[in-house]
């Protein structure tokens, strides 16, 4: 899980890793991300 201060910042890494097109490649906003983290490292 990455994250980014902004959009910009997102879509450069995106360019710069080849992966503007990439389907897997998906973002969310602050609170989706929280939460989405939540259910990924849960103990």
Same mark, same amino acid.
């Given at each position: 899980?990455? %994250? %980014? #201060?902004? =959009?910009?910042?997102?879509?450069? #890494?995106?360019?710069?890793?080849? =992966?503007?097109?990439?389907?897997? @490649?998906?973002?969310?906003?602050?609170?989706?991300?929280?939460?989405?983290?939540?259910?990924? %490292?849960? @103990?």
């Amino acid at each position: 899980m990455n %994250f %980014f #201060w902004t =959009k910009n910042d997102l879509e450069a #890494w995106l360019k710069a890793a080849g =992966k503007e097109n990439d389907p897997d @490649v998906y973002a969310y906003n602050l609170d989706e991300a929280i939460e989405e983290s939540y259910y990924t %490292f849960e @103990v």
